[in-house]
């Protein structure tokens, strides 16, 4: 179960909002905490009494099929990746995880995707 409870909650829908946002946090003595996709189920993502940056309004993502490089947004989840790179033909390789997985953090860390080997 989770106990957290943040003193302010801001969702943000672009970078200009989450620079807001960390602005709020530094102003307010806030510690701040971030929420992707809201798969983490343990609670992770709050910082009790601190201010919790939303990001799963923010899903867009843009290929750029020259460079293999996919540009992904703090609240995308795995199944926005995989609709965006379809268009071009181009996948991102599997880590065994599910699509509603956030990608704000993941594939960064662990330079995986949604397709792929699943041992």
Known sequence: M??????LILRCR??????????????????PSIRCGGHQVAGKALADGGLTID?????AVS?????MVAHVEGGCLLA????????HGVVVPR????????QGLHSAA?????RGRMD
């Open 14 to 31: 672009s970078t200009a909002d989450v620079v807001a946002a960390v602005n709020v946090a530094r102003t307010n003595g806030l510690y």
């Open 80 to 87: 926005d990746v995989d609709v965006a790179t379809a268009r």
């Open 63 to 67: 290929v750029d099929t020259d460079r």
């Open 95 to 102: 880590e065994p995880c599910r699509k509603r997985v956030s």
């Open 2 to 7: 989770v106990s957290k409870k943040p003193e």
């Open 55 to 59: 990001l799963s309004g923010m899903h």
């Open 110 to 114: 662990a330079s995986a995707g949604s």
